[in-house]
């Protein structure tokens, strides 16, 4: 290692830095276009040169980073804030005949354990440990994802370790509480719709991975949908569905061929050739079939009707969905099983010119839905006789969750969220119009929080395109252009940044810091239209509208150049790349954490289906908008870059580190500025932290106070 000199906000300090590494440039030509990867040497993770240099940009930014005054006490004040609940709940299901399966964590656990209950104010009993599981192996497991029987006669867990989202399966008889002895691998039901349940508790229905090695070629290929009775050899399915048993279905290797059953009462289960897009083709299966083991699978929709995703709920002979044909703000459409015209059907609920509809659920009661506003005001209704009626709620909320047991029951459990309150969770009782609070865990109080206020604005972009923008801030700062703050978006996939309570997030605007949320275009907080404005050769919209958020924000006098902080993680990784790499006069600091950032490469990746969000290299025009949106690409010798801290997981199955590694090793060679530029690179973890709190704790106030740091406060320096 070198010993360099960095300059760090009016701070000269030795420091060992690690050694770059050598580029090795590849030239590759496109539809008469060459681009030159510098370091396409780093996608090689087994070459020991260059795990020696992420080994070394590890120690380097945990020195650095272990040296900023301010991260202790700031680490502390965040357990302080999280420990104030007796305990926390997570993962609630509430089956149709009142029990509950949940997962619970005590004050001052690092891990959930799963707990079962007969109903609301029934007994608790604990029904697992995750430290019990696999205990010769020494590996920190955690509970990722629960699924419990019909009846709740078994329950499902997966687990999983060091960030590793692939996970193994375990059954539970809730009755004599143990665990049957098979473990069934290969499965990643916390995503990918999870598992679903035989309508006679005797089997699951889950996606098997038949390559698990992020590194192979074949990982994330040619998936299968599958069936498992329980007591078998959990080597020893049913293949339901998959691109070799139904060549006839045309599925593709990146495809994911993913069969569920929502309720015991469907007459169908639904198969849906899943992507990352949010409309796809669609099959269909009766029931009984299962048990006759005859799998003729009829075509249900396609992904030109715009069903939403997996939206759909089958009710006396009718399918209820939420519908983006002809509507970008999406509507609830029915179709009659009878026939099934989603070319044509009935619109229930029509389209609104200012609200998104969000979420539905039908039961005895009728129907009930959400809708969001700019992605932060939600709204609640029930529609009846032909007639939507607007549900007064008992405060005001940025996101309106729903759940119910069923279209036999009149329950409807309503959350509330907002950026500075507690998620609230309510009974909703329709007869009597009465919301009944109904929470699983205590409320801890934040009187410290009451001081906070939060400005919902649109601001113009560049193009002259209004952009929600959310302010949150404390009413005893001064506008006066030195507050540090931290800018929080993501803008891709068509997924909202709704309204959430973070106590970890607010320690940024305890500090005197101003957190703000641009909802930019590519995400879904005004809809289809919305997302598709942030879209392969639209992409552009995304970093644009971050940059006139700060650009505003600047204007303004909340804040200066030289107080702001951008952060993201995945594939928020575009929107920060491209914005320090467009204007990198306007952010002080950029925090990117397991994010995209060499889209052109994105397809190099085994089993990535997220082509068809960014575009394909196989495409002319998509090509180009490939390049235009690649942060990496756009990195330029002698331009004075921001500070940065980039972070990966080395077990990240959904983006490789060397995506990360690439861009850190490039802007660490061209900036001419002394900015730090830092990579944290975590062998234990994957595309989200380890299991471990205090692990969450430590980087989040390593993440702020970075960000602080370079922001100018004077709480955070390094310590020499």
């Keep these: 290692m070198l010993f360099l000199t960095i300059a760090c906000v009016g701070q000269t300090l030795p420091q060992p830095k690690p050694l770059p590494i050598t580029p090795a440039p590849t030239a590759e030509t496109y539809y008469g276009k060459t681009v030159v990867d510098d370091y396409r040497n780093l996608e090689n993770m087994q070459d020991s040169l260059v795990q020696k240099w992420y080994h070394q940009q590890a120690v380097y930014a ?41 997962l619970k964590k005590e004050k001052g ?16 009993i604990l029904l697992y440990d995750p430290d019990s ?58 995503s990918f719709l999870g598992v679903s349940w035989l309508p006679d508790s005797s089997g699951v229905i889950y996606l098997h991975f038949p390559v698990t090695d992020i ?44 069969v569920t059953i929502k309720s015991k009462h469907d007459p169908y289960a639904v198969a849906y050739i899943a992507s990352v897009n949010n409309y796809w083709d669609s099959y269909f299966l009766p029931i009984d079939d299962f048990y006759s083991h005859e799998f003729s699978w009829k075509s249900f929709f396609s992904k030109e009707d715009m069903v ?25 459409s029915m179709v009659s099983l009878e026939n099934l015209s989603f070319k044509n059907p009935i619109i229930l609920i029509s389209e609104k010119h200012d609200e998104v509809i969000d979420d539905f659920i039908i039961n005895a009661e009728g129907l009930f839905y959400s809708t969001i506003t700019n992605g932060v005001e939600g709204k609640l209704y029930h529609f009846s006789e032909n007639v939507s009626h607007k549900i007064p709620l008992p405060k005001s909320s940025g996101k309106v969750s729903l759940s119910s047991l069923g279209e036999n029951s009149d329950a409807l459990w309503i959350t509330l969220s907002g950026w500075i309150s507690n998620d609230s969770r309510y009974l909703y009782l329709n007869k009597n119009k009465e919301f009944r609070s109904e929470e699983l865990a205590p409320i801890a109080a934040y009187p410290e929080f009451q001081k ?60 005197g810091g101003i957190l703000c949320v641009p909802h930019v275009r590519g995400g879904g907080e005004k809809g289809e239209a919305w997302h598709k404005a942030g879209y392969k050769s639209t992409k552009m919209n995304t970093w644009k509208d971050l940059i006139a958020a700060t650009e505003y924000m600047i204007d303004k006098e909340y804040t200066s150049k030289n107080n702001t902080v951008v952060y993201s993680n995945s594939a928020g990784g575009i929107m920060v790349g491209r914005a320090i790499t467009e204007k990198p006069e306007v952010f002080a600091a950029s925090i990117v954490d397991v994010g995209v950032l060499n889209p052109l490469r994105r397809e190099s990746f085994s089993g990535s289906s997220n082509y068809k969000e960014y575009g394909t290299i196989t495409d002319s025009t998509e090509f180009n908008g490939l390049l235009a949106m690649d942060p990496y690409m756009h990195l330029e010798k002698d331009v004075n870059y921001p500070a940065g801290l980039y972070i990966t997981g080395m077990n990240d199955p959904r983006i490789p580190p060397w995506m990360t590694g690439k861009f850190v090793a490039k802007i ?53």
Excluded: C
């Design 62 to 102: 945990d020195a650095i980073l272990s040296s900023i005054s301010g991260t202790d006490s700031l680490m502390n004040r965040m357990k302080e804030l999280n420990n104030r609940q007796t305990y926390y709940v997570d993962k609630i299901n509430i089956l149709e005949n009142g029990n509950y399966f949940y």
């Design 109 to 124: 656990e690092k891990k959930y354990k799963l707990f079962y209950r007969s109903s609301i104010n029934g007994k608790e």
């Design 133 to 190: 599981f696999q205990i010769e192996n020494r590996n920190n497991y955690t509970i990722n994802y629960i699924k419990p029987s019909w009846e709740g006669e078994f329950v499902l867990i997966s687990l999983s370790h060091s960030g590793k989202e692939l996970s193994e399966m375990i059954v539970i008889d809730t009755a004599k509480r143990i665990v049957l002895p098979q473990i069934i691998s290969k499965a990643w039901p916390s």
């Design 215 to 258: 590194e192979n070629a074949e990982f994330k290929r040619n998936t299968q949908s599958v069936l498992y009775k329980l007591g078998d050899d959990p080597n020893d399915f049913k293949v339901l569905l998959s691109s070799k048993s139904n060549p006839e279905l045309n599925i593709q290797p990146n495809d994911y061929p993913i």
């Design 308 to 332: 939403y995703t997996n939206t759909g709920i089958f009710n006396d002979g009718d399918y209820f969905y939420i519908s983006a044909l002809g509507a970008s703000n999406f509507n609830i």
């Design 452 to 511: 906070f206020l939060v400005k919902e604005i649109e601001i113009p972009s560049y193009d002259g395109v209004l952009v929600p923008l959310s302010i949150i801030y404390s009413s005893d700062i001064k506008m006066d252009g030195t507050n540090p703050t931290l800018f929080y978006g993501y803008g891709a996939y068509g997924e909202a940044i709704n309204p959430f309570f973070s106590p970890l997030f607010l320690t940024w605007v305890e500090n």
């Design 668 to 720: 660490q060679a061209y900036t001419n500025s002394q900015n730090p530029i830092l990579y944290k690179v975590e062998d234990h973890a994957g595309h989200s932290t380890s299991a471990s709190s205090d692990d969450l704790y430590k980087k989040w106030a390593e993440m702020f106070a970075f960000g602080l740091w370079q922001a100018g406060h004077p709480d955070f320096k390094l310590k020499f």
